[in-house]
Nanobody, 116 residues
Framework: HVQLVESGGGSVQAGGSLTLSCQVT????????LGWFRQAPGKEREEIAA???????AYISSVEGRFTISRDNAKNTLYLQMVTLRPYDSGMYYCVAGVRCDRWQYWGQGTQVTVS
């Protein structure tokens, strides 16, 4: 079982930056792939970035070069650094975990990002 708690969301102007954090608490000793999804109003959730246990990362094209996913295994924390934010980046951002990067099993409650 894994618990995920996001923080760091907020409101920024276009061109601004935010860093999201996700505190990961897991009770099994397994290693997990971690990722971030976002959901804009009226749209489906989309996976925007993922990072495996070895630190290999992947992004969707619309955020590549602007967002950076990272993990600090010693602190059990996942991060998403976002720069040059655009209004279309607005939405609820969710931290996710899974034993495989193509099988997300656990979700956080989300943190809101608003870019105006």
């Amino acid at each position: 079982h894994v618990q995920l708690v996001e923080s760091g969301g907020g409101s920024v102007q276009a061109g601004g930056s935010l860093t999201l954090s996700c505190q990961v608490t897991e009770y099994t000793g397994n290693r997990y792939c971690l990722g971030w999804f976002r959901q804009a109003p009226g749209k489906e959730r989309e996976e925007i970035a993922a990072i495996d246990e070895d630190g290999n990362s992947a992004y969707i094209s619309s955020v590549e070069g602007r967002f950076t996913i990272s993990r600090d295994n010693a602190k059990n924390t996942l991060y998403l650094q976002m720069v040059t934010l655009r209004p279309y980046d607005s939405g609820m951002y969710y931290c996710v975990a899974g034993v495989r990067c193509d099988r997300w099993q656990y979700w956080g409650q989300g943190t809101q990002v608003t870019v105006s």
